[in-house]
Nanobody, 125 residues
Framework: VQLQASGGGLVQAGGSLSLSCVAS????????MAWWRQAPGKEREFVAA????????YYADSVKGRFTISRDNSANSVYLRLNSLKPEDTAVYYC???????????????????WGQGTQVTVSS
């Protein structure tokens, strides 16, 4: 599985961005998907996740109410809408696939099977 993320950029505080991630392969619809981010000098952290059938979404407390994750299985794509951006949201954002068919441990980095290449989001104050 290959994941290709796009949509990052430079935006002022309070602005919005939309990230996209396209997956290769015919089994995308069976994967739980997530977005993670990593700021300079910090560990990679969980941002948002969505189950394979879009039944359930999960968010880090720091982004709840501002970010929205969604997916389109017909397009092999997962999206992240970032609203009300803050300078502390500045990071490289990664899409991630969890192919495990059991319980979805969405915030467990060790459970990620595939990573995208990352897209830079920079929020200026």
């Amino acid at each position: 599985v290959q994941l290709q993320a796009s949509g990052g950029g430079l935006v002022q505080a309070g602005g919005s961005l939309s990230l996209s991630c396209v997956a290769s392969g015919r089994t995308f619809s069976t994967y739980n998907m997530a977005w993670w981010r990593q700021a300079p000098g910090k560990e990679r952290e969980f941002v948002a996740a969505i189950t394979w059938n879009s039944d359930t979404t999960y968010y880090a407390d720091s982004v709840k109410g501002r970010f929205t994750i969604s997916r389109d299985n017909s397009a092999n794509s997962v999206y992240l809408r970032l609203n009300s951006l803050k300078p502390e949201d500045t990071a490289v954002y990664y899409c991630a696939a969890d192919c495990y068919a059991g319980s979805f441990r969405y915030s467990d980095l060790s459970r990620v099977d595939y990573w995208g290449q990352g897209t830079q989001v920079t929020v200026s104050s």
